[in-house]
């Protein structure tokens, strides 16, 4: 509910407009989890506003922590579904990223992702995917003595394709009456929806942009992507610059390195030659973490290194992020309820 809608029901119950605010800032900026947490509303208001409204918040289910420091989390939805978020710390920069979920499984089916083989069962809410953000730094700020300082939309489903909810959870999140984050401090990851970048440009959002790419041709990218068959990467590369000229936000790439499918020197060049488009980009090839049931492994280090500075050496930015969380399966690729 928006401040107004709260006001409005709250006059029909008799209840002044003050009131409202004061539960709109439980429900928003102070995160409470039911309403026996909203400590300064009187408690027969409480007890009138449970017979009124629904109370659905997302609740804690199942906490795991990794050898490196990872966590993630698995809640359980007001209708019993599960999602995960995760929580990757880096400790001696005292920086920690969030990564939350947009959808109950994922549509798309991506060959290498745990995700994609649950199918897509709804969306999310915002305030759903609000509560994976806030209980993540509340976790950061519990467990590291430090707020969480990023926050990628790289769980579990395809934001694009939840594009209002994940918009308006956005939208709370950098509002003072919410997190009062900046969006820079924001990613939103897509696996590539021509038309739903363009929507973005148009609607000049503020946060930045990683598509995840993972095959610098066609050829290869409809074998692990079915969604490229209908959004090439002609297409893709001409959304991003459009979304470039219109919010002059971060791009990046994401890849994935497959080893044999996607990490010989001929991917590299190609992948160079996608980076010299009209919008500046940065590439991070991410270590594979292997899926029951699919048939690629791990990229050999070496050869992702010696990767990497050919597509260095030709002048475009580029990180490896080295795995992490994968003993817990929290890692790219792996988040599907399986514990
Ligand atoms: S990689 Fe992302 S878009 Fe592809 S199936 Fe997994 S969750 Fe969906």
């Known amino acids: 509910m928006s401040l107004s ?31 026996a947490d909203m400590t300064n509303v009187p408690a027969a208001l409480r007890e009138a506003m449970s017979e009124v409204f629904t109370y659905h ?50 549509s798309l089916t991506c060959s290498f992702c745990a995700t994609g083989k649950m199918g897509r ?20 700020l519990d467990a590291l003595g430090y707020p969480m300082t990023n926050l990628v939309y790289m769980g579990m489903g395809e934001p694009l394709l939840n594009y209002g909810p994940v918009l308006e959870s956005i939208n709370r999140i950098t509002s003072k009456n919410g997190m009062g984050w900046s969006p820079k401090r924001i990613t939103v990851s897509t696996a590539g929806i021509a038309k739903m970048i363009r929507r ?37 590369m001409e959304s991003l610059e459009y979304f470039y000229k219109q919010t002059k936000g971060r791009i990046s790439f994401e890849y994935i390195a497959l080893r044999g499918f996607n990490d010989t020197f001929e991917d590299a ?45 030709k002048g475009v930015m580029i990180t490896v992020r080295r795995s992490r969380g994968k003993d817990i399966d929290a890692a790219c690729g792996q988040l599907a309820n399986k514990a």
């Not at 999602?83 to 920086?95: G, L, S, T």
């Not at 069962?121 to 950061?140: G, S």
């Not at 990218?221 to 893709?236: C, G, Q, S, V, Y």
């Open 121 to 140: 069962i709804r969306n999310l809410t915002a305030a759903e995917i609000y509560d994976q953000a806030y209980d993540t730094n509340k976790l950061c």
């Open 269 to 313: 060049d190609k992948l160079v030659r996608l980076c010299r488009g009209q919008f500046p980009v940065r590439v991070n090839v991410i270590e594979y973490n292997p899926v029951a049931g699919v048939p690629f492994e791990r990229a050999d280090e070496h050869q992702v290194d010696a990767f990497a500075k050919r597509v260095r050496d």
């Open 57 to 106: 918040s997302i609740q804690l289910d199942l906490r795991q922590h990794s050898d490196d420091g990872t966590v993630k989390s698995r809640y359980v939805l007001h209708d019993g579904h599960k999602i995960e978020a995760v929580m990757i710390p880096v400790a001696k920069e005292k920086r920690a990223t969030g990564c939350v979920s947009s959808q109950v499984g994922c």
């Open 5 to 35: 809608d709260l006001q409005h029901a709250f006059a029909e119950i008799g209840q002044p407009s003050y009131r409202a605010k004061q539960v709109y800032e439980w429900m928003w900026k102070l995160g409470a989890r039911s309403y």
């Open 200 to 236: 973005l440009a148009d609607d000049k959002v503020k946060f930045n942009l990683a598509l995840s790419l993972h095959a610098a041709s066609d050829e290869k990218r409809d074998k692990i992507m079915p969604i490229n068959e209908t959004n090439t990467l002609a297409a893709l």
